[in-house]
């Protein structure tokens, strides 16, 4: 029978991940399979690979045929490699010692390109926290500064009026003084006026009472006048 290596969809909507197994090639793409030889983790990253290599280079040996994505996936975690390198030792251009090493220096240096891809990621992700932290730290003082900026004229207004009460204070002070000047010298004056005036009005009250005694004398004249004028009668 074929044998397929292939990817088995699992997880939810929109976050899916796959197993990678050894399935008949007649078998629906989610039904029964083989052998699972590992598990593909995309929403990772980098993503999520972990993979049986030993159990996927026998199926290749036995004649199993991966799919694209499958042999990409093999490939990257040498599986196809050591499937190679154990076709030179069937064919004695190889020992296993020699296939090993050579396997293993391969392991390392790809372990070292995955390492600096991961620091790479790392780096990228501190950098964009630093520039996030600069952007909202600069946002942060435009909108102190603006703060600072709408708060500045209500203070010097309120230095101005302070100033300005200050300064109407002292005039006010002054136009006080002026005013008691001017308040005590007509009081001096109005009392001489009203003193004068009594006087005067003394003055006046005299004659009047001289009238009167010229009145009644007259009277009096024409009284008698009028009695000697009966007694001649």
């Given at each position: 029978?074929?044998?397929?290596?292939?990817?088995?969809?699992?997880?939810?909507?929109?976050?899916?991940?796959?197993?990678?197994?050894?399935?008949?090639?007649?078998?629906?793409?989610?039904?029964k399979?083989?052998?699972?030889?590992?598990?593909?983790?995309?929403?990772?990253?980098?993503?999520?690979?972990?993979l049986?290599?030993?159990n996927s280079?026998?199926?290749?040996?036995?004649?199993?045929?991966?799919?694209?994505?499958?042999?990409?996936?093999?490939?990257?975690?040498?599986?196809?490699?050591?499937?190679?390198?154990?076709?030179?030792?069937?064919?004695?251009?190889?020992?296993?010692?020699?296939?090993?090493?050579?396997?293993?220096?391969?392991?390392?240096?790809?372990?070292?390109?995955?390492?600096?891809?991961?620091?790479?990621?790392?780096?990228?992700?501190a950098?964009?926290?630093?520039?996030?932290?600069?952007?909202?730290?600069?946002?942060?003082?435009?909108?102190?500064?603006?703060?600072?900026?709408?708060?500045?004229?209500?203070e010097?207004?309120?230095?101005?009026?302070v100033?300005?009460?200050?300064?109407?204070?002292?005039?006010?002070?002054?136009?006080?003084?002026?005013?008691?000047?001017?308040?005590a010298?007509p009081a001096?004056?109005?009392?001489?006026?009203?003193?004068?005036?009594?006087?005067?009005?003394?003055?006046?009250?005299?004659?009047?009472?001289?009238?009167t005694?010229?009145?009644?004398?007259?009277?009096t004249?024409?009284?008698?006048k009028?009695?000697?004028?009966?007694?001649?009668?």
């Open positions: 029978m074929p044998v397929k290596i292939r990817l088995q969809r699992h997880g939810k909507k929109g976050k899916p991940f796959y197993w990678i197994v050894a399935a008949d090639s007649r078998a629906k793409r989610d039904g399979f083989l052998e699972k030889l590992g598990i593909y983790n995309p929403n990772t990253n980098p993503a999520t690979i972990e049986n290599i030993d280079v026998s199926w290749l040996q036995n004649g199993a045929q991966p799919s694209d994505t499958a042999r990409a996936i093999l490939s990257y975690k040498g599986a196809l490699m050591k499937h190679h390198l154990l076709g030179g030792v069937r064919k004695g251009a190889l020992t296993e010692e020699q296939m090993e090493a050579k396997f293993n220096a391969w392991l390392e240096e790809k372990e070292k390109t995955i390492a600096s891809k991961v620091g790479g990621l790392d780096k990228a992700k950098d964009a926290k630093k520039k996030a932290l600069a952007a909202e730290k600069e946002a942060n003082e435009k909108r102190a500064l603006a703060a600072t900026t709408v708060e500045e004229p209500a010097t207004a309120n230095e101005t009026t100033e300005e009460v200050k300064e109407t204070g002292d005039a006010g002070a002054e136009t006080v003084e002026t005013v008691e000047e001017v308040v010298t001096a004056v109005v009392e001489e006026k009203v003193a004068a005036p009594a006087e005067e009005v003394v003055e006046i009250a005299e004659p009047a009472k001289e009238d005694a010229k009145t009644e004398s007259v009277e004249k024409v009284a008698s009028e009695a000697a004028s009966g007694e001649e009668e």
